[in-house]
């Protein structure tokens, strides 16, 4: 497996690790639609929510959620469709990005709840 990918895996398993802390349960991970995936759905307090995770070693060239481009929310958002119409799931939805920068100063985690709407 490529470096690039075991960082992304690593800073998924961070972000699970985070959403469990603070109430989160997980009902998927990697969930693929099509040619589309979701890195992690959650649920709280009777929503779902559909994550992407960002992990970098460094801001340098920006913030880590600065990354979910235009494109990949509206992938989410097909996904997310997918997922509540083959789940026959009823509850709202929300779409939150998890950034983390992990490097050897340590880690830091933004959570951004509401990063993007269904509507673009």
Known sequence: M???NEFGNTGESIAKEYL???GYKILEANWHYRHKEVDIIAEKNNIIVFIEVKT???TFFGEPELFVT???QKSYI???NAYV???HRKEEVQFDIIAIVLNSQGKHIKHIKNAF???L
Do not use: D, G, M, V
């Open 2 to 4: 490529a470096e690039h």
């Open 20 to 22: 469990e802390q603070n």
């Open 56 to 58: 970098r070693k460094t």
């Open 70 to 72: 235009r494109e990949k």
């Open 78 to 80: 097909q996904a997310a």
């Open 85 to 87: 119409l083959q789940n």
């Open 117 to 119: 709407s269904a509507i």
